[in-house]
């Protein structure tokens, strides 16, 4: 079946069209991407402006029209943090639903981390033993540990790039006492959680996924998404301490212009990068793989395990 994954995030409203079926490998057959950065769109009261509703709206309508042109049966949509913490959520919810007919089911912090999870240990197998996984997007970062396919620990904290990046970098390049302040910022809000992971003891394999990852993990010398999927993607804790202070010093148009970084997250790179060092350095890690897998493929992977077996030969 071609099944339709409607990714309602903190930068980018994307649709992620898939032929799957239970026990296979989803197959990717088409993207369709807007960036909307709801997480920027917030009046002072940390409401989604009216404006932003009226994006949202229209983009939701274009990811349906996309759906349809691709032969989509079902279309699974979701919202992540931007729209799970805005205090008018419910109205933005009920505007949505009424003026295009999705339904969209907002997750929890905790459900991103546990649904992230799933896809990267399918990636992987069980042969990675026990996973660490880190997630770092607009919004917020995850962080999950385990050792099956559900995670014994998963959290999520509100340390998103686009989010950080809007409330503690105003400047192009920053400050360098704002750098400083989201460094402290964010190192103190992942400290609270170690202990969680810790008791578990040390991971086999460490992973990460997410647009961030990716681009940190490309500036530092892996190989480019023309290699395609299947390449090892490495990130060492080392690198990133070098690049954290030559990212700082940079404007966004100057980061654009680093390998595999989008203009549209130039400006969110270095509060992703500082996220990133602070969660390993805390949590011990010394380097990580990236995860080509992330939050889509595990719904639609959780939504293929609730189908019913076609029987043989059907």
């Known amino acids: 079946m071609r099944l339709g994954v ?17 026990g296979a490998r989803p197959l990717p057959a088409h993207s369709h991407k807007a960036e909307l950065r709801l997480a920027e769109l917030l009046d002072p009261r940390g409401a989604i402006a009216p404006g932003g509703v009226e994006r949202l709206i229209g983009t939701v309508v274009d990811a349906l029209q ?3 042109d691709k032969g989509c049966e079902e279309v699974l ?5 931007a729209v799970r913490e805005a205090t008018n959520a419910d109205e933005v919810l009920a505007r949505v639903r009424d003026e295009t007919g999705v339904d969209l089911q907002v997750l929890t912090g905790e459900e991103e981390a546990r649904l992230t999870f ?18 770092i997007g607009g919004g917020s970062l995850e962080v999950a540990y385990g050792i099956d396919e559900d995670p014994d620990a998963a959290v999520s904290l509100p340390l998103g790039a686009g989010r950080l990046t809007a409330g503690w970098l105003p400047g192009d390049p920053p400050a360098t006492e704002d750098v400083k302040a989201l460094r402290r910022h ?90 990133a060092e602070g969660a390993m350095d805390l949590l011990g890690v010394e380097q990580l793989e990236i995860c080509p897998w ?6 639609i992977l959780r939504r293929l395990d609730h189908l019913p077996e076609l029987p043989h030969g059907a």
């Open 6 to 22: 409607l990714d309602v995030g903190s930068n980018t409203v994307h649709l992620l069209v898939v032929d799957a079926h239970p």
């Open 186 to 275: 964010v190192r103190a809000q992942i400290a609270r959680t170690v202990g969680e992971f810790s008791r578990f003891g040390k991971p086999d394999h460490v992973v990460a996924t997410s647009k961030t990852f990716k681009q940190l993990a490309r500036i530092a010398g892996a190989p480019g998404s023309s290699e395609g999927l299947y390449v090892e993607r490495l990130l060492t804790r080392a690198s990133l301490e070098e690049w954290v202070p030559k990212l700082a010093g940079m404007t966004g148009g100057e980061r654009a212009a680093l390998p595999g970084v989008s203009e549209g997250r130039a400006a969110q790179l270095l509060a992703g990068a500082l996220v």
């Open 118 to 135: 799933l896809a990267a240990r399918r990636w992987f197998g069980w042969s990675a033993g026990k996973l660490l996984l880190l997630d």
């Open 77 to 81: 949509p979701f919202a992540t943090s």
């Open 66 to 68: 996309a759906a349809e």
């Open 294 to 299: 992330a939050l889509r493929e595990g719904v």
